[in-house]
Structures are given as C-alpha cells and as structure tokens.
C-alpha cells in the first residue's frame, strides 16, 4: 500500500458533486502538487485528507492505516494554510510551541522541538519576536515551522505561497524544496500556479472539476499531456491550438489540413484518425521556428509582444486560433502591428481528437 492512499473518494455540497471518485497513491518521502484552475476541487481534496471536510464515500489511508474515521488531530498531518493563522499576542517561540504545549508535551522537548525547527527554517534569531514584527517571508516560515515541530507523517500545504511577492515566491519555492530533502517528509502541495508546481513536485496530479486528469513528472506532463485540458494547463504560456481536420493517414502518422488550407504531416496517430475528422493541433510557443522555416509555416499579425529580458513572447492571430504564442531571442525586433512568420516543427506537434484525448506517437 502507497503511504498515502485515496481510494473512490466522494464529497460533495447538497445535490451538488464536487469530488468524483478519485484515486490517488502518494509514496513515502514523495512531493506530490495538486494542481488545477479555481473550483477544481483540489484545497477540498486537501482538506479531506486532513479531516477538515468529511468524505461522502470511499477510504484514505495514511501510512498503512485507515484514517477517514479519525479526527483531525489523530491523523498524524500536519496543515499549512495561505493565511499565516499566528497568534498576534504570542511571540515566534510560542506561537511554534503552542500545538506541543496544548498536547502536554515536556517542557524541554518543546524547546529542542522548536530550536531545532528554527535552526533548520534559519529564524533563530526571531524566537523572541511578536508576528506583527516580521515581514510575510518570515511570517510564512513560522508557520511551516509550527507544522516541523508535530513531527507529523504528512505534511500538507494549501497555497501557502500566495500572499507573498514574486520575488519571495521563488526564494520561499526553493526553501521549501531544500526542505523537503532536508526532512525527507512525505508532502502533499496545493496550488493554482502550475510554475509553482513544475518547479517544486516529485510528480503532479492535475485535477479539473474534481476528476484526476492525469498523474506524473513535471515533464512527463510537459511532453506527454493526455489530453487537451492538460495540454493546456502545464506550460507557461500555455500550449497553441490549431484547428484542422484529417486529410489522411499512413505509417508515418496524420496528416492535418490546417484552417489556412496547409497540410502538415504529424508522427501521431489515433483511432480517431478518420478522413475528415476535426482535430485540435497543439504546438507550444517554445517549439516554434520564428524565422519562418519548417514542415508549415503561419502568417499572422502582431497583436502584443512581451520583453522579459533574455526572451520574448509575440502574440499573433493566426486561422484557427484564438490567441497563438511565440517564443523568440529578447532582442528580437518586432512590435505590435507587424506581420510575423513562425515555422511548424512536425515533430514538435501534439494532436487532440474531438473529444480532447491526445494521439498517441508512432
């Protein structure tokens, strides 16, 4: 049995379905995301795994043991929240003693417990500390160092990032895997920000409208997206879709009429492959040839460009699409209004029936 362990898990509100049934196994010592867009049920998964919303039907087990009959305090979890939740009147100290001391642990266990949380967190020095006299970096650090102190079997975080500004996101990103290695603590991740998860996760499970999408490394998903909606969700900026119909097939895979009257001929194929079948054609805007050349080629207008620096995102309209994206150098010399050509790479491309479901590769 996998150290965490979903098994056909239900909730939902009055008549209304927000979990289906979902499957999930999280190994020991794993960082595992739970990634999708708002609403789609992955902070109510989180809560149920740790106590905080009861399941309607189906099992969790954490470490071999059933647990969704448990209260929340007999899980052995520990919750970081997007909201710091500290005791204002309390200093760092207490407020990362407060859960030991409510359990009646020794007094001399909750200071090693705490000095040693801090040292490993680096906020040695803010032990004496009231939480309105430290900045939202060091706020969130505090919480995650109530959560080491329980010495529990999972870690569970819910968008603990998002109050903080870019900057510390990333640095705050980086502690968080340094400590997860540190601890080698099974951790369980929910965000929005699929960076956040790309950068951060072991393996990701993707979730829209409480289904499981699909499972897997970061770029397991980047390069082999099941479906449409994965496709689209992973990558930033997201994937670009074409729309195009099936002008045929062969050994060499399909080949696709684009809106623009173009073929191009991708190593994928499908039982879906029918003659004159609709089909979404997926490139993402890092695998394109902005000088022109490669097995098509799309015209479009200039409509936004973004500078980054090192890199440059175009935003064109092409037939077919709604919004395309471009990957060029940050010195490349183009603006808003000029007409742009981008070459599409066969190999590059990802195809997706009607249904959504991707080909598969020849």
Same mark, same amino acid.
């Given at each position: ?104 642990? &020794? $007094?001399?266990? +909750?200071?090693? @417990? /705490? !000095? ?5 967190? =680096? ?42 500004? &870019? $900057?510390?996101? +990333?640095?705050? @990103? /980086? !502690? ?5 290695? =540190? ?46 909606? +994965? ?58 040839? +902005? ?72």
């Amino acid at each position: 049995m996998s150290y965490v362990e979903l098994n056909a898990v239900k909730k939902r509100y009055g008549d209304t379905d927000i979990i289906h049934g979902v499957d999930l196994k999280i190994e020991k010592e794993e960082f595992a995301v739970l990634v999708g867009p708002s609403g789609c049920g992955k902070s109510t998964l989180l809560r149920m795994i740790a106590g905080l919303e009861d399941l309607q039907d189906g099992t969790i087990h954490i470490g071999g043991e059933r647990v969704d009959d448990l209260p929340a305090a007999e899980r052995g979890i520990a919750m970081v929240f997007q909201s710091y939740a500290l005791y204002p009147h309390m200093t760092v100290f207490e407020n990362m003693a407060f859960g030991l001391r409510i359990a009646k642990t &020794a $007094k001399e266990e +909750v200071r090693e @417990r /705490v !000095e040693r949380a801090a040292a490993i967190l =680096q906020i040695s020095p803010i032990l004496g500390r009231r939480p309105r006299e430290l900045s939202g970096g060091q706020r969130q650090r505090v919480a995650i160092g109530r959560a080491i102190v329980r010495e529990p079997k999972v870690f569970l975080f819910d968008e603990p990032l998002s109050n903080l500004d &870019a $900057k510390l996101r +990333v640095q705050m @990103r /980086v !502690e968080l895997t340094r400590l997860h290695r =540190q601890l080698k603590a099974t951790m369980i991740y929910v965000t929005h920000d699929q960076v956040e998860a790309m950068t951060m996760a072991d393996r990701i499970v993707v979730l829209n409208q409480g289904r499981i999408e699909q499972v897997g490394r970061p770029l397991d998903l980047y390069r082999k997206p099941s479906n449409r909606f +994965v496709a689209g969700f992973i990558g930033s900026p997201a994937m670009n879709f074409l729309k195009g119909t099936v002008a045929g097939a062969s050994a060499k895979g399909t080949e696709v009429r684009l809106a623009d009257g173009q073929t191009i001929t991708v190593g994928r194929t499908s039982s879906a492959a029918r003659q004159g079948a609709d089909v979404m054609l997926g490139i993402r805007p890092e695998d394109l040839h +902005v000088a022109g050349d490669g097995d098509a080629m799309l015209k479009g207008r200039v409509f936004a460009v973004e500078r980054l620096g090192n890199e440059t995102y175009a935003y064109l309209d092409v037939p077919g699409s709604s919004e395309f994206a471009a990957h060029a150098a940050g010195d490349i010399e183009i603006q808003a209004g000029d007409d742009m050509k981008v070459g599409l790479i066969a190999g590059k491309c990802h195809l997706f029936d009607g249904e959504g479901r991707a080909f598969e590769a020849v």
